[in-house]
């Protein structure tokens, strides 16, 4: 069987004519093969997504589509996978040979526990192998970058309107294909880190070797066919329990939510350690309820990779809300978080920017820096006192809804509705997210009207419609804290900001408990020396004014996985592979400079000396 093939390399909704092939003649603009396909990629071999990669990927995050979901781990003799339909389960053990390549034993297995051979050709086979494969290939710290960049694309449903906005079809083409060309090559070429795997024959699985020694299990959906001889270290379930009564706690009614609504619901992950500052925001917002003016918007502003973006999910969970996001970068603009105006028979937005050049409005730049003129310019006339510039960018953007929505009178256009716009519409929980990456200072102001609370909240939208925000729809914002590229908020977008939390890195304590939740770190010691570590490289950075760099939790739990993974071959963690792993997945990103990497390279070093052969 091959598992890197091409045929029917096809996708569905909006990613239906998304490129699947790359070729250097091409020179598609930001696209770089895997660094193992990149010499091919130069001589002009082209670089194919493969064909079933989008479905593996979706399944190993723990996404179910088509009544198909999937169950993979980790045991003493190698890798087993399932992937569970209604009707039947394929299963599968990899196992290790004693020279260090792995074969096959699969089956599929009947609700009654009949036995049978999986047909070898088939695309389920191929999905299956892959699947139980996937710890391996993301041992590898390139394409482990690769699936955390898409991480959140691989959440959306290939028909949602997420996909229309910031380029993200051409952006996650990019990374898919990327991806495939790492696990075809570590898969089919003679290179070191070529995963060696027989998939020539395959040995009948059998109900006896279904018993075995979990070592550790990537996804949340439980097993069907496969027993644990002894419980895994930290089951997702068992984390689970330590918050059972918090998702829909702080629900403000008792409503009810359609099928697909509950999809949408926020949950806890897995392991998740529950900050006091989410519940308090959560019973903020509860008891709050009843008031005039109800809290309904939170900023969260702090470190990058210190659990902002978590928290929003956890508050979403703790309200029992739908959930959806919207990542800001530095061109968003107001059509991004309302909603794309299409010209029928285009696919091109039409540009918000360009509608109001054209009818000779003041920008949001404009309103800001300089609200008199643009009081006078969009009004006709002097300003009493000194001019609201929230209450001018309302006004003209009014002006431009209408003009667009005369332009669509005709049915010229097709407006295709913004998360934002439905979370406020239905009564969702919604984040936007990096906030200050805006470079428009104005962008966020627009928003005003939606963050009142009460009967003041309204917005006009490009089809001529003005909607009430619905009581329930919650805001979220979150912010790095200033890093480059950042700016501050309008001081009229911070006013209506109810609750402002400024979050610091988590404390040590914190850090532990989080890696000990999450991913069982088997030596209390060495972690502890681990976190000295970031905690000392967060210190010296400050103290040397090192600024265009991370150093904080999300970089030692990567640092912790690499490690990990290294000691899977030797049975135990030493110093040296925790000063390797270091590199990488700490060092190389506290600053964009090697100059400075190495000013706080004694950081590790006097926790991890470097070994003679390194």
């Known amino acids: 069987m091959n ?26 603009s930001g696209y770089v093969p895997s660094k193992y396909y990149q010499d091919r990629y130069n001589k002009g071999v082209v670089v194919r997504t493969m064909d079933v990669i989008y479905d593996v990927l979706r399944l190993y995050k723990g996404i179910t589509f088509g009544g198909i979901s999937a169950y993979c781990a980790e045991t003493k003799k190698g890798y087993i996978a399932e992937i569970q339909t209604d009707s039947n389960t394929l299963a599968i053990h990899i196992l290790r040979k004693k020279d260090g390549s792995l074969y096959c034993k699969a089956s599929s297995i009947d609700e009654n526990d009949v036995v049978t051979k999986i047909t070898q050709d088939s695309k389920g086979l191929k999905i299956l192998v892959l699947t139980a494969l996937m710890p391996l290939i993301l041992s590898d710290q390139e394409a482990a970058d690769i699936y955390s960049a898409m991480s959140d694309f691989l959440e959306w449903d290939a028909d949602a309107d997420d996909w229309m906005y910031n380029n993200h079809i051409h952006d996650f083409a990019i990374l898919l294909n990327r991806f495939s060309s790492n696990v075809e090559a570590r898969l089919s070429f003679p290179i070191p880190e070529k995963i060696g795997i027989d998939t020539d024959s395959f040995s009948m699985l059998k109900l006896a070797d279904l018993e075995v020694d979990i070592v550790r ?69 509860k008891k709050s309820t009843d008031f005039p003016a109800p809290m309904r918007v939170a900023y969260l502003v702090g470190p990058s990779g210190n659990g902002k973006t978590e928290a929003a999910n956890a508050i979403g969970a703790g309200l029992g809300l739908p959930m959806s996001h919207y990542t800001c970068n530095p061109n968003t603009e107001i059509f991004d978080f309302i909603g794309q105006v299409f010209p029928n028979g285009s696919d091109t937005a039409l540009s918000y920017e360009a509608v109001r050049k054209a009818l000779n409005l003041p920008s949001t730049e404009d309103i800001v820096n300089d609200p008199a003129s643009a009081y006078r310019l969009l009004y006709g006339k002097e300003p009493e006192g000194y001019p ?19 332009l669509g009178g005709g049915k010229a256009f097709t407006y295709v509705e913004g998360g934002l716009i439905r979370a406020a519409r239905l009564g969702y929980c919604f984040e936007v997210q990096e906030i200050g990456m805006v470079l428009r200072p104005g962008v966020a102001v627009g928003l005003n009207a939606l963050l009142e609370s009460g009967g003041n909240s309204f917005i006009t939208l490009p089809t001529g419609e003005t909607i009430r925000k619905h009581p329930d729809c919650t805001l979220i914002f979150t912010s790095n804290d200033g890093y480059e590229g950042t700016s501050n908020l309008n001081q009229s977008v911070l006013d209506r900001m109810a609750l402002v939390y400024r979050l610091p890195n988590p ?26 570590v970031i905690y000392d490289i967060q210190t010296a950075a400050k103290e040397k004014d090192i600024t265009d760099g991370v150093c904080g939790y999300r970089a030692l739990e990567n640092w912790c996985m690499a490690t990990m993974i290294k000691a899977m071959d030797t049975g135990c963690i030493t110093d040296a592979i925790v000063y390797q792993t270091a590199i990488n997945t700490v060092m190389n990103k506290t600053s964009q400079h090697e100059e400075y990497v190495e000013e706080l390279m004694s950081c590790l070093t006097c926790q991890f000396a470097a070994p003679n052969n390194i």
């Open 3 to 28: 598992l890197v093939n091409f045929d029917n390399v096809t996708f569905a909704g909006k990613l239906a004519n998304m490129p699947t092939i790359f070729s250097a003649m091409q020179k598609n």
């Open 217 to 285: 299990e990537y996804t949340t959906t439980p097993p069907l066919k496969f027993r644990a001889k002894t419980a895994p270290a930290a089951k997702a379930a068992e984390e689970k329990e330590k918050t059972p009564d918090f998702e829909g706690k702080y629900a403000y009614s008792k409503r009810e939510f359609s099928e697909e609504e509950k999809a949408l619901v926020a949950k806890l992950p897995a392991g998740y350690v529950l900050p006091e500052f989410v519940t308090e925001i959560c019973s903020y917002f």
């Open 388 to 406: 609201d510039e929230g209450q001018i960018i309302v006004d003209m953007m009014e002006k431009v809804m209408q003009h667009i929505s005369k």
């Open 507 to 532: 404390s040590k304590d914190d850090m532990k408990k989080r890696i000990m939740s999450r991913l069982n770190f088997p030596d209390q010691n060495i972690l502890n020396r681990m976190v000295d």
